[in-house]
């Protein structure tokens, strides 16, 4: 595997979506080329944020957490978990926020991220990002958009490369 210089950056909004302890997920690129099986790409970063929460009912300081998750899968709604066994999971974010308190404030406030991306991995075929937003009663239930930027890196694969990454991309877990 080789790294060809060129670079891509997939960022958008997400449609509307309620909010409750599943994961919503929406396609964000599908690279479904099988021409081209030489080529992939490399996470090298992302970054996730709200566009604006819904504050109006806060009553005092609220807490919650944004978790987004990058799929080379589309992955059943029974089965979206947070799992690192998981193989078509490759990156995950966790953020926590304050939200503030009334009536002064309805800023949001990040507490703390933290970004984890699977170095062995290639996305060939298509990439899908997840979200759940968990907190008090006044986030969850309502309806959010989320924003997103991934940064990503072309490779050049050998024909068995290729043929192993997409086996990986596909599989739930290898070991089982």
């Known amino acids: 595997m080789k790294l060809t210089g060129k670079t891509l950056t997939l960022r958008g909004t997400t449609e509307l979506f309620n909010t409750t302890s599943d994961f919503y ?32 009912a806060t009553k005092g300081r609220q807490m919650g957490s944004i978790e987004a998750i990058l799929t080379t899968d589309s992955i059943p709604l029974a089965q ?10 490759i ?10 308190s009334e009536p002064t404030s309805k800023d949001v406030g990040i507490k ?6 699977d170095p062995d991995h290639v996305v060939q075929k298509e990439l899908n990002i997840m ?4 907190g008090s009663s006044t986030l969850e239930g309502e ?6 930027i991934v940064y990503l890196e072309e490779v050049k694969l050998t024909p068995s490369e290729s043929i192993v990454s997409t086996i990986k991309q596909s599989a739930q877990n290898l070991e089982n």
């Open 25 to 56: 997920l929406e396609n964000i690129l599908d690279y479904a080329n099988v021409l081209d099986i030489e080529k992939g790409w490399k996470i090298r970063w992302f970054e996730v944020w709200p566009v604006g929460l819904n504050l109006a």
């Open 112 to 117: 703390g991220m933290q970004i984890v991306i």
């Open 131 to 134: 979200f759940r937003i968990l």
């Open 91 to 100: 990156a995950w974010s966790n953020a926590g926020y304050d939200f503030g």
């Open 143 to 148: 309806s959010h958009q989320m924003n997103f």
């Open 80 to 89: 979206r978990l947070n799992r690192a066994d998981d193989n078509r999971m």
